[in-house]
């Protein structure tokens, strides 16, 4: 009898511990906010993202291009991203990795910044893109041609300037006029940025 009373006990212990430590289990938005106040993070360059990241952007944000990509030691990654395609072009957003490489997702499918993942949300609400060549107008009044999405001068043109302005989170704006291709073909000419808000709301 005494053994089946300690046994009881033990197993009481065993399984209050069990759940003290499913409880106190770091949830992907607990290490995606941990990642995102890291004071510590460093610079590195995409190949040294671990290989299954890099197969998770070269598949899944494949419409995108790389800004920058950080790491937080011990915690996970950083990898800055902006648009290639869409209404939302070079509008920058962010997706987090952990250090084996797998992508953080919070529970309700949002992103790591609290909004829905670019990767269905925003994908979904593209009902046109612009197209090239395409003349960017920077913070600076400086101006970057992009050819196409597939130009790796002028998207890396893109990416050096904000790299060379670390402070700017702003988007570049858009030299009018610039022509639109719809869904179903369609193409507007947009001459301005209230035409613009238009077409976007169109999207919305």
Not at 60 to 67: E, H, L, Q, S, T
Not at 94 to 115: A, H, I, N, P
Request: proline share 3%.
């Amino acid at each position: 009898m005494r053994l089946t009373v300690l046994g009881i006990m033990a197993f009481i212990v065993l399984s209050f511990t069990s759940c003290q430590k499913n409880t106190d289990k770091v949830t992907d938005a607990d290490l995606i906010q941990a990642i995102q106040n890291a004071t510590n993070k460093q610079s590195i360059e995409v190949a040294e993202l671990p290989s299954s990241s890099k197969i998770t952007l070269d598949n899944d944000y494949a419409n995108n291009y790389i800004d920058l990509a950080k790491l937080a030691p011990e915690l996970g990654y950083e990898v800055d991203l902006r648009k290639a395609e869409g209404y939302k072009e070079s509008e920058k957003f962010q997706t987090y990795f952990d250090l084996s490489g797998r992508e953080l997702k919070v529970d309700d499918g949002k992103g790591g910044d609290g909004t829905k993942d670019d990767k269905s949300d925003n994908y979904k609400r593209d009902c046109f893109e612009l197209i090239y060549p395409v003349t960017f107008i920077m913070f600076d009044e400086s101006e970057i041609i992009v050819n196409g999405k597939d130009d790796a001068d002028g998207w890396g043109e893109i990416k050096a300037w904000y790299e060379a302005h670390p402070d700017v989170a702003q988007k570049p704006a858009l030299k009018y006029p610039v022509d639109i291709k719809w869904k179903d073909g369609t193409v507007t000419t947009i001459t301005g940025n209230e035409e613009m808000r238009r077409a976007k709301a169109s999207c919305d």
